[in-house]
């Protein structure tokens, strides 16, 4: 029997007669894999339960727990998907695409975990707006955002990408490791305890299958070169799965992200630019539109330098998004003052 305590699962109620608790370990198409306590079982979902997740858009992901009919013979049923204590969520469109897209539904990509691991190498494809997007989303998750910058040893001035990342993001975690050589892995341990899961999430060739290979201590997944002229890389990873590592701790692998749509991402948003909002209230005109109107602190901030333009920039991008998504997805805009 599989302690399912060892796979994060916290029920104590008895499931109902019949039904087994599993967790979610791998997705590919419409078929899943769950750990039980009787062991690993394939699944698919139950017919009731298909279109019930289909009217609300909300189908099981890695790292989910689930209710299953169990069945040693066959494939089992996922017949109930168990509350989730986090999830990370992306707009099924995002960028350009947006645009030709009528409706905008959320994609739910992990759930369940403690820590979100946001990677980024330390090469030529750098770049911060591109993580605080990350992290915009990251911050109503539930889950513990960390920066993780990868290939340290390729990187010729690490300080200089981790002093930009603190800058721009403060207080969350920033460590630059290099699975290859062993610089700066111990920082993991921290989040890599017995019983937690870890989600990596960032864009092809940033290194996550490496890194991967590093903590499981073997090669699991195949690790594909970057390209030259750009250091971008292909696909390696091409379905989301759960690995347990040596160390007890569980890691959600997931394909790259070329893009990341942002989705229900108001108040992420005010979280990430608390520094930015809290300028509004300093305005002369409580309905300043922060263009060119007399006693505007946002104004003075810029002129003065005390806040970046580009830092304003992407906080008004992402304000932008996030109300034309909320607009193609009929979801009203929670509560809040609007700037």
Request: charged share 25%; glycine share 10%.
């Amino acid at each position: 029997m599989i302690d399912m305590k060892q796979y994060g699962y916290a029920g104590t109620e008895a499931p109902p007669a019949g039904l087994l608790p599993g967790r979610i370990t791998e997705h590919r198409g419409p078929r899943y894999t769950a750990i039980t306590e009787r062991g690993e079982t394939s699944a698919v979902l139950k017919g009731s339960f298909f279109h019930q997740a289909e009217e609300r858009g909300d189908f099981p992901c890695v790292g989910d727990f689930v209710l299953l009919q169990y069945n040693e013979q066959g494939d089992s049923r996922v017949a109930a998907l168990l509350p989730r204590s986090s999830r990370f969520s992306r707009a099924d469109f995002s960028g350009h695409a947006a645009g030709y897209a009528k409706t905008i539904r959320e994609q739910v990509v992990a759930a369940n975990f403690d820590y979100i691991f946001v990677l980024s190498s330390l090469n030529r494809d750098f770049n911060v707006n591109r993580i605080l997007r990350y992290l915009t989303q990251a911050a109503t998750s539930g889950g513990q955002p960390v920066v993780i910058l990868t290939k340290a040893d390729l990187a010729g001035d690490i300080p200089t990408g981790s002093d930009e990342i603190r800058a721009a993001a403060a207080g969350v975690p920033v460590h630059a490791v290099s699975a290859r050589t062993g610089a700066g892995m111990d920082a993991l341990g921290a989040y890599l305890q017995p019983g937690k899961t870890v989600v990596f999430l960032g864009m092809s060739g940033v290194g996550k299958s490496t890194l991967l290979n590093a903590l499981m201590e073997r090669d699991v997944m195949a690790v594909k070169e970057v390209r030259e002229s750009d250091s971008r890389g292909r696909h390696t990873t091409t379905h989301r799965q759960l690995f347990m590592l040596p160390s007890g701790a569980m890691v959600i692998d997931t394909p790259g992200m070329r893009e990341l749509g942002l989705f229900g991402a108001e108040d992420g948003i005010r979280e990430s630019y608390a520094d930015v909002e809290a300028l509004f209230g300093q305005c002369r005109f409580n309905n300043c539109r922060h263009l060119s109107e007399p006693g505007c602190a946002v104004l003075a901030a810029l002129a003065g330098g005390a806040l970046p333009a580009e830092r304003w920039e992407n906080y008004r991008a992402q304000q932008r998004e996030n109300v034309f998504v909320n607009q193609r997805t009929k979801r009203p805009p929670k509560s809040g003052r609007k700037k």
